[in-house]
């Protein structure tokens, strides 16, 4: 199994705060069956700047500590930018890091609260240049959870999107849980991961995440979000199902 989104590196945001706890996370990610991670740090949000010569550093000394401890688990490097005007630029740059330095696909995280009016037009433009972006964990966006048709133009124009484990599984309450299923259903996202941050609060949840997908829609869901996982850090192209609106139920009946 492959996790595409985790705060796993040391002392870089909000994620692990040591060397010791990045090596007790990975410790868990391999008791759930995970192989390799990709390591996520946030870039561009609050007090976080992580450009990718510092992750790509920090992902390699991770890396040689696993192999020391003999815990067969494999860091990839990523990055999980904060929308912005400047992500292009600085792209080219050298400051952004696509997933595992592949240059084919980008995070792009949105304020929790909102989705910035900029946001088609940069997401058009970042697919100008050759990238697919990668919305994670819209469900849990306040705007798109009122008003979902805009994900679905997001997705309908070549955007892919993320959903977190801890959102399948309940963790993040009822309604972020039944919005998250939703999406599954519509064909709105294309990847699950953990966006794990630590062992207590914010673990893996992997495994039961998938249990719970397999259980509300069968094992053919299992296969199309581990084979995702799979081609993003091949550089390969996704799979993807013709996306659909979510249908607002009807209220008592009345409309």
Known sequence: MIDIHCHILPRLDDGSKDLDES??????????GITKIIATPHHKNRDYDNPKEKILQKVEILNSALSQHKIPLTILPGQEPRIYGEIIEEYENGEVLTLNDGGKYLFIEFPSGHVPRYSEQLLFDIQLKGLTPIIVHPERNSEIIENPDLL??????????????????????KKIKKFTLQLVESNLTHFVASDAHNLSSRPFRMSDAYSELVKEFGVGVEYFFKENAELLVEGRTVLRENPEKIKKKKLFGLF
Do not use: P, R
């Open 23 to 32: 090596i007790e996370m990975a410790k868990l990610a391999v008791s759930e």
């Open 152 to 173: 679905y133009k997001f997705v309908k124009n070549g955007v892919c999107t993320q959903i977190t484990s801890s959102s399948v599984t309940g963790h993040f309450g």
